[in-house]
């Protein structure tokens, strides 16, 4: 790049951001032969982070690492598939010091990546957490909402956004988490440009990038060519040192880090969840593990929930046409009927307004061409359009007599009603930038760094407005297939109806009869396509992506186990266990039976069981007792005199069982969970006559007794009427709780009740922010805040005369300073009826003051 070449972010498009030469400063890098012998390349902190006193370059690796490593490092070399997932080993020990290992192969070299490794626990275990957040949310609009809380939460970044990319490149932030005192990028777009091409397809590759530190240094990888004069590839490493432009784009907005996942569907970038933080930070190997299987089944769901709202779309439509159907078979005139009926066909698609053509007739209804400009356009409709659905999202690009209405109308999608064109369904969409403002403060200004003021936010909005100018929303597949259902159908009306006046009803009702069964086709076939998707077949995956999907089910036990163990002291009851994952089979009294004493599981025993015992129920299912009418389950356990629970599982009255051929991944949780998590016995018998498990749980993981559970609260959890009021008035709720996950199930409950305006925070700091941002009406605080506690915050509440209640796991136990004696308490866990309950007794008590 020349001095005096412009700098913008097209010039991205031609920097090669793969091969940068250096890597970020939060680790280090060594690349080897292909052999993983002898070390060609090390990063020129190599030496400083890994220890070692000496020359790197043409060392053997074993001396340097250490031969364990090396023999560790090799064997998980083997297991790597593609670049694209690298091999991970969590806590390794090199010399003296412990890091998070990455290893992959890429062309001719062996490349391992070392960083340091905090203590912050198990990825699946983060990942299980998260996705048992969403899994079981329907509506794409709350899964967006809901996914960027969570990774929020998760990561602790200051700023998450969910980043869709449109049909012409650009992105809009459709979701948004936030500090409060930061301004808002919500509903904003952003050019093409901002994201060049070779990094969209290095977010194919690498799915989930880190930024530790924008400012941060470039650490050389030395040399910088091998012997042939070829650079180190570095596409799928996750040290990679940044774009300077683009790090350049993140100071201007004063972000210090950034961590993007990728959204895939159907193998295309649909999205970016862009984190940002303003001030340095580094995420763990581990957390990253967790937020890329959490992309990964974030990506799948999304892509579920999209065919699911297609189907529901379609089935609307078939509604829609049905009603003017029976209308039409009454009335003489289908060109009058389809005027009136302009308002119910403005709710097949989105649109601004809608118009129809009709024996030289012209209607219309919302945001319309001048009428003096429809004969034109409907002219132009008829020569392109041949007799099918046509589009376009900038209709003066096409016919640019256009460009005089274009800031009224840009978009125009046809649906001819006849083989000549003259008549004809039009649906408009406005110019895009016309319904746009700026979410965040007006005032607010960037820094413009070296490269120049392109680099900024709103610049980069400004650009992005000017590029669309005169264009619409484009119009996607989903809204053409619309169309195209609703022009058949309306012709085939059409016919039907002339078909009537003319006397041929028998042949009429052949034709529709004929259209019901080809829309119920093609409405299967995407029922199909939908079930593919969400019910794969369970059988031993490769690849990290078929696993997650696998792993669905499983995931959903876990959460099962998770619940209680949150909820129940650090573990559960079995038989509570036995209930939540049998209960689905409990078809008649007889088919599933359970008996034996109270016995109490740590949480660790829990979670084992919960798969465990998810497994038995889902095989039972598919394939033993449970899969006809006549089987039986039975299960019951015992304490041994060495204070272990011996658990039986018998099936009864099934088809007749074979020993399996191979034995799967879900087998193998059952026969090695139990002796390897929690040092204890498990025995499978195929027995003819039904499956026959047994399992023995040692202490310390089991006790006969559970634990007391009765705390004295000051809000009793009962089960009387809830004061009526809370959600008919919706008040503002905010929430102060250190605990994400007590969070969001606090979140959730509220949300059943129909509040929508409800404020979590952390800390007592973001709590001072958001009410003096946007007082709240009611609060609920937890007492501890990790190292403090939420007692000035709630003074602060009281002066304001806020009512609030607090929330903690001592009950009547809990000491509150003299001020703040009379406040109600709320135990922890929380009960969605106690919640409401005092809520309410708030609302109540402050109306009758």
Request: hydrophobic share 40%; proline share 5%.
């Amino acid at each position: 790049m020349s001095p005096t070449e412009p700098v913008n972010l097209d010039t991205c498009d031609r920097e090669p951001i793969h091969i940068p030469g250096s890597i970020q400063s939060h680790g280090c890098l060594l690349a080897c032969d292909i052999g993983l012998t002898t070390i060609e390349r090390a990063s020129e902190n190599a030496r400083i982070v890994l220890g070692y006193d000496g020359d790197l370059l043409g060392r053997d690796v074993g001396d340097v690492v250490g031969q364990q490593l090396l023999h560790d490092l090799r064997n998980a070399l083997a297991t790597v598939s593609t670049a694209s997932r690298p091999a991970l080993l969590l806590d390794m020990v090199c010399g003296e010091r412990v890091f998070d290992i990455a290893i992959h192969h890429h062309k001719s070299a062996v490349i391992v990546e070392f960083e340091q490794a905090p203590s912050i626990g198990q990825p699946l275990h983060i990942a299980r957490e998260m996705i048992g957040r969403i899994s079981d949310i329907t509506d794409v609009d709350r899964l967006v909402q809901r996914a960027g809380r969570i990774v929020a939460g998760a990561t602790g970044y200051d700023r998450v956004m969910i980043y869709r990319f449109e049909q012409d490149g650009s992105g809009k932030v459709v979701s948004e988490t936030k500090r409060a005192d930061l301004e808002s990028f919500l509903g904003q777009y952003f050019p093409a440009s901002d994201i060049p091409q070779q990094a969209r397809a290095l977010y194919l590759k690498n799915t989930i990038r880190v930024i530790a530190d924008a400012s941060g240094e470039r650490v050389p990888v030395n040399p910088v060519l091998d012997a042939s004069g070829e650079p180190l590839d570095l596409s799928f490493a996750h040290l990679r040192s940044v774009s300077p432009i683009h790090c350049e784009y993140l100071r201007n907005m004063g972000v210090a880090a950034s961590m993007s996942i990728s959204i895939i569907l159907d193998g295309a970038l649909w999205g970016l969840i862009a984190c940002h933080h303003y001030s340095p930070q580094a995420l763990p190997m581990a957390q990253r593990v967790a937020m890329e299987v959490f992309g990964e089944f974030f990506s799948l769901h999304l892509k579920s929930l999209k065919e699911r709202k297609r189907v529901a779309a379609v089935a609307g439509i078939r509604e829609a046409l049905d009603r003017f159907l029976i209308l039409s078979s009454h009335h003489e005139n289908v060109g009058e009927l389809l005027r009136q009926s302009l308002q119910e066909f403005a709710q097949l698609l989105p649109n601004d307004g809608i118009g129809v053509m009709f024996d030289g007739k012209w209607a219309g209804y919302g945001t319309t061409p001048p009428d003096e400009a429809v004969p034109h356009l409907l002219e132009f409709i008829r020569i392109i359009s041949e007799g099918r659905v046509w589009a376009t999202h900038a209709l003066s690009q096409k016919l640019p007599e256009a460009a005089s209405y274009s800031d009224r109308v840009s978009g125009v999608l046809a649906i001819p009603l006849s083989q000549t064109g003259s008549d004809c369904l039009l649906f408009f969409r406005k110019e895009l930038v016309q319904t746009l403002d700026w979410a965040g403060n007006p005032e607010k200004t960037y820094d413009t760094g070296p490269l120049g003021d392109r680099l900024t936010p709103r610049k980069s909005f400004a650009i992005w407005k000017e590029t669309v100018k005169a264009q619409a929303q484009a119009w996607t597949d989903a809204d053409r297939e619309i169309a195209d259902i609703a022009r058949i159908s309306i012709v085939e009306i059409v016919l039907r109806h002339n078909e009537l006046m003319a006397g041929e009803r028998r042949k009429s009702e052949v034709r529709q009869r004929m259209l019901n069964q080809e829309l119920s086709h093609r409405v299967k076939n995407i029922l199909a396509v939908i079930k593919s998707l969400v019910t794969s077949p369970q059988q031993h995956k490769s690849t990290l992506e078929d696993y997650v999907a696998t792993l669905q089910g499983r995931i959903e036990a876990l959460s099962v186990a998770h619940d209680q163990v949150v909820r129940g002291d650090g573990g559960g009851i079995l038989s509570d266990l036995l209930q939540a994952e049998l209960q689905p089979y409990r078809s008649k009294a007889s088919t599933v039976s359970l008996a034996g004493p109270a016995v109490w599981l740590d949480s660790r025993a829990f979670s084992v069981m919960a798969l465990v015992f998810h497994e038995l129920a889902t095989n039972a299912a598919k394939y033993g007792a449970l899969s006809v009418a006549s089987g039986t389950v039975d299960v019951s356990w015992s304490m041994a005199k060495n204070d272990a629970c011996e658990i039986r599982w018998r099936e009864h009255g099934g088809p007749v069982v074979h020993v399996p051929s191979r034995s799967g991944f879900g087998s193998a949780l059952i026969e090695r969970s139990v002796p390897y998590d929690l040092n204890g016995e498990s025995a499978i018998r195929f027995e003819a006559s039904g499956l026959e498990a047994t399992f023995k749980i040692p202490p310390p993981h089991v006790r006969l007794t559970a634990p007391g559970s009765g705390v004295a609260v000051r809000l009793e959890e009962d089960a009387s009427p809830r004061p009526k009021g809370l959600s008919a008035t919706d008040p503002s709720v905010l929430i102060v709780e250190d605990q994400i996950l007590i969070a969001l199930d606090l979140e959730a409950m509220l949300a059943d009740e129909g509040l929508s305006q409800v404020a979590t925070t952390s800390s007592v700091k973001q709590a001072m922010a958001q009410i003096e941002a946007s007082p709240p009406d009611l609060a609920i605080l937890d007492i501890n805040l990790g190292a403090t506690n939420s007692f000035a915050v709630a003074e602060e509440l009281r002066k304001r005369g806020t009512p609030f209640v607090f929330a903690t796991g001592y009950g009547e136990g809990a000491e509150l300073p003299e001020t703040l004696t009379g406040v109600p308490i709320v135990r922890k866990p929380y009960n969605r009826n106690a919640i409401v309950t005092a809520l309410s007794s708030l609302i109540e008590r402050r109306r009758s003051k």
